[in-house]
């Protein structure tokens, strides 16, 4: 069907709408997309998307520089789709005995035909436009290619685009083109400038704050560009933008020493990143490092059982009250290994998971919804796999009646019961209705915790709730930042790992069906041996440690309210537990600044904007990130970088 652009605008905003949890009406055609909460992976969403809906491939890098607002990219795609014009079908005139009808017959066919003609003729000025267009690019290309080359080359390569342009130019081809990485695009080369949805202040306000942070960073941004390219880590693009290219590298870090971390230009801050929440102790305690340093002087063994496994498996059953545990390398493993143990043991084959959660990055949580449909988020992921995933709403009544509808078909319901982007929404009573539903459907619930496990409580959220699933996978805090991932979970399911248990000397064996399960590094010695030395600590104090660091979190996050309240800024932050994080009721633009300020001053918040704080901080920690904040909000404030309401008294 034939698109107007205003059409075409329309659709965009749906579509960026159900990825972004922005409101359509609030998405303006000339807003950049990372104003709505559009992070890369939601980038490599919409390129798919797009790619299904008007069969045109946009390079991400195009997406997320040059066409980052609903007007470019509509007019990207508009000048891309050649529809021809539907034309309705053309009736014979009826016949009559009357001779007289016979000039009515004429005009109508002739009317007919013309509206024919003139569709006709619009639609090959359009196939016009776009081969003008096409091969006007193509001569730029081969301009650049050949201009450092001889007579002969040029003479060859302009002769070879005169035979293109006699030819016929059809879409595949132009797309075909565009996947070439030698052919043209419309990327264009970094031109220092800063979005021009920001208002003069801000633009004014951010450009000297990147001055700033890189002269105070140099070393790190020295290292960022030596290794680029060699190594491959999305990490380094975290939250990429044209504007924000000249300060996109990460700090590189020489030391870190409790609550804080010094980068190699011997700039110390605050850390409230604290290793994506793995840092439940904060850097290197003593009681951490005096096991490792035991561990590492009794070698690392690798393919026996190491003599620490089994008391571990013993403590974290204990703790979480399930009944087997498992180990693997990180949380994405464990998340993979729990639903081929949910698929094993149920004999089903499909797994449900919500909007929001967070899995890692294995293939089959790469998946989100689309006009109530599951679709992949991530190149490189067969789209075959989303046949096999439901995606459902989070915190939301219906889904639990889809779960009723699907339970033949369902192994596993795989759930962030407390979304580590969204710490506000805490829907105790959903996980309660989720944990009734899936255990009458005979589906497997599995809880995955590895972030909010054993830093809310030491049964994790599982235990704050009241609600036991079948599976919770665990990561991060257990080892206090070196890597792990634990899947503990009820003996029917967690038996595909090895069959079952066992004993000696009698009839008993593996009785259970079993999945394939195994890693080198599953049991990691230096692993074992952080997790035994945290796992201790709250055997000794239990649940104070995570008692002392709520509270600790709820006063410093109340704080922090009170200063945007006193100087009116469009900012607030909530919190689960000791995981907090900032949100902001206007432009993430100006939330990104607020965090430039905060890194500035020695407050560093990563790239996910999850904030932790850790047994390390201290209370003088705290007093400094309040009044770190209060300065930062206030220079803020008086450049007039928002808008005040009236009636406001700044003291």
Known sequence: MSRTLSELKEELRYIISSMSQTEHHELEGNIPFSDFGIDSMMISTLITRLDQEYGVDIPIRELMIELDTIDK????????????????PTHAAETSDDPGDSNSTVNVVNENSQVYVNNILEFLAQQKSTMESIISKQIEVVDRLVSSGGTNQKHMARNSTKDISRSVVTLTTVQQNEKNPSSTSHFVPFVSKVPDILTQNQKKYLVNLQEKIINSTKNSKAVAQEYRSVLADPD????????????????????GIGSHAIDVDGNQYIDLAMGYGSLLFGHSPDFQTKALKAEIDSGIQLGYRHRLVGSVSENISRLTGMDRVAFCTTGTEAVMSAIKMARASSGKNKIAIFTGCYHGHSDLTLVTKFDEQAVVVALGVSKTISQDVIVLNYNDAESLDIIRQEKDNLAAVLIEPIQSRRPDVQPESFLKGLREVTAKSNVFLIFDEVITG???HVGGAAALFNTKPDM???GKTVANGLPIGVIAGKAEVMDAADGGAWNYSDST??????????????????????????????????NWIQETLTAKTEKLVSEINRIFDKYKAPLYVRNFSSLFKFFCTDSNSLLEIFFLALRLNGIYIWSGRTCFLSTAHTEQDLTNIIQTIDVVIRDMHDNQLYSIKDGVIVT
């Open 472 to 474: 919770v996978i665990y």
């Open 236 to 255: 380094e693009i975290a939250g990429f933008s044209l504007d924000s290219k000249e300060i996109t590298y990460q700090l590189t870090v020489e030391k």
């Open 509 to 542: 064996f593996p009785r259970a069906k079993q999945t394939y399960f195994a890693g080198t590094f599953f049991k990691h010695p230096l692993s074992l041996a952080s997790a035994n030395a945290v796992l201790e600590q709250f055997i000794q104090n239990p």
């Open 73 to 88: 990219l509509s007019k990207y795609i508009s000048d891309r789709i050649v529809t021809p014009v539907s034309v309705e």
């Open 454 to 456: 054993f830093r809310c």
